[in-house]
C-alpha cells in the first residue's frame, strides 16, 4: 500500500515564524503534491514537483516555498507565517504517467494554527 | 476562480436512499474526472474515476454520469449507508503537460450525512 506520512498532525506557531511542513512518500513516487483545505474553498493547490529540485507553482504559491532534495521527501515552506495561512495542508503523491489515470496518494493531513 | 463548481455544500440523506452530488466545469481540456472521498481525520482517497468517452461508470454503489456536452458530471450514491457520511470533492484534470505531470482541479467538497 502506498503511504505517505506528514511529519505533523496539529501544529501551532506565532506569527512571523518560519514553518516546515514535511511530507515522505514510500511507493518512489515522481510526483509530489502540496494542498490547502478550508470550509467552502475545497483543495487548493500550492506546489507540486515532477522530480527531484523540480518544482511548479499552483493556484495559491503566495507565500509558500517548496524544497525537494530527495524524491521520496518534499517540504513546504511558510517563511514568515500569517494568521490567514491557519489551515488544513494535505500532500499528495502520483506515479509519473503520461497517458492513462493516475491516482494521488494523500497523507493524513497537518492542521496548522497561526496565532 | 472555480474552475469546478460543485453543489450542493451539504447533503443529508435517509439510509438506503439515493444520494446525488452534482459538478459542473468549464474548461474543454479536462480530461479525466476523479471523485474522492474524505472522512474526519483523513487524506482524501479516490472513489472512483470516470474519462469523457464514457457516459456512465458503476462500482459497486457507487456510480458517476457523466455529460460531456454540458460539461457536468454527477456522483451517485445508492442504498446510502451511514458509513458513507464524508466529505466528497469532484476533480478533473487539466490534461498532461509536457513533463508529464498531472495537475487535479477540485471541486469545494460535498459533507453528506445518511442519517439512519
Known amino acids: 500500500d502506498v503511504k505517505v506520512t506528514q511529519s505533523s498532525r496539529y501544529l501551532v506557531k506565532r506569527t512571523g515564524e518560519k514553518v516546515f511542513l514535511e511530507c515522505v512518500q514510500d511507493?518512489?513516487?515522481?510526483?509530489m503534491f502540496w494542498y490547502r483545505q478550508d470550509p467552502g474553498l475545497g483543495l487548493r493547490l500550492i506546489y507540486f514537483?515532477?522530480?527531484?529540485?523540480?518544482?511548479e507553482k499552483g493556484d495559491i504559491p503566495e507565500g509558500y516555498s517548496v524544497s525537494r532534495e530527495k524524491k521520496e521527501r518534499f517540504s513546504l515552506i511558510l517563511e514568515s507565517a500569517s494568521t490567514n495561512q491557519t489551515s488544513m495542508y494535505l500532500c499528495?503523491?502520483?506515479?509519473?504517467?503520461?497517458?492513462?489515470?493516475?491516482?494521488?496518494?494523500f497523507g493524513p493531513g497537518t492542521r496548522l494554527t497561526v496565532l | 476562480q472555480q474552475q469546478v463548481k460543485q453543489s450542493p455544500q451539504s447533503l443529508i440523506v435517509q439510509k438506503g436512499g439515493i444520494s446525488i452530488i452534482n459538478c459542473a466545469y468549464e474548461n474543454t481540456a479536462f480530461d479525466y474526472f476523479p471523485w474522492y472521498q474524505q472522512f474526519p481525520g483523513k487524506g482524501p482517497a479516490l472513489l472512483i474515476a470516470?474519462?469523457?468517452?464514457?457516459s456512465e461508470k458503476k462500482e459497486g454503489r457507487f456510480t458517476i454520469s457523466f455529460n460531456k456536452s454540458a460539461k457536468q458530471f454527477s456522483l451517485h450514491i445508492m442504498d446510502s449507508q451511514p458509513g458513507d457520511s464524508a466529505t466528497y470533492f469532484c476533480?478533473?484534470?487539466?490534461?498532461?503537460?509536457?513533463?508529464?505531470?498531472?495537475?487535479?482541479?477540485f471541486g469545494t467538497g460535498t459533507r453528506l450525512t445518511i442519517i439512519p
Open positions: 514537483s515532477y522530480d527531484v529540485k523540480m518544482k
Open positions: 499528495a503523491s502520483s506515479l509519473l504517467r503520461t497517458s492513462r489515470e493516475n491516482t494521488q496518494y
Open positions: 511507493m518512489d513516487h515522481e510526483n
Open positions: 470516470i474519462r469523457p468517452d464514457v
Open positions: 476533480a478533473a484534470r487539466r490534461g498532461v503537460s509536457n513533463f508529464g505531470n498531472e495537475k487535479l482541479t
